[in-house]
């Protein structure tokens, strides 16, 4: 089984900045794809960015430009640099990994959750 712990969220004025990391543990080879997620009250959750492990990433047009994601696949961490920040994206963040290979070589037929981490962007 594979625990994700998100850790970096707090709370922080529009313009600043937040960074965001996410440690994967358990019998993991390899983790193909993490990405981060975030849900405001009210709202769906939503893709904010994603990345390969080939380091191939993908945003959410709202963030384009102010966040970026990164990633350690040796520690098996992902990281989501947050810039400008504004007060829409006050929500509560997830950390999520996807097409796992365990430690035996075997693939995952699920994808993993962090407990979430809320980032306030506030006055």
């Known amino acids: 089984q594979v625990q994700l712990v998100e850790s970096g969220g707090g709370?922080?004025?529009p313009g600043g900045s937040l960074r965001l990391s996410c440690a994967a543990s358990g019998r993991i080879f390899s983790i193909n794809r993490m990405a981060w997620y975030r849900q405001a009250p009210g709202k769906q959750r939503e893709l904010v960015a994603a990345i390969t492990s080939g380091a191939s990433t993908n945003y959410a047009d709202s963030v384009k430009g102010r966040f970026t994601i990164s990633r350690?696949?040796?520690k098996n961490t992902v990281y989501l640099q947050m810039n400008s920040l504004k007060p829409e994206d006050t929500a509560v963040?997830?950390?999520n990994a996807d097409r796992v290979?365990?430690?035996d070589r075997s693939y995952s037929i699920r994808d993993y959750w962090g407990q979430g981490t809320q980032v306030t962007v506030s006055s």
């Open 72 to 74: 350690d696949n040796a």
């Open 11 to 13: 709370v922080v004025q």
């Open 101 to 103: 290979t365990y430690s």
């Open 93 to 95: 963040y997830y950390c």
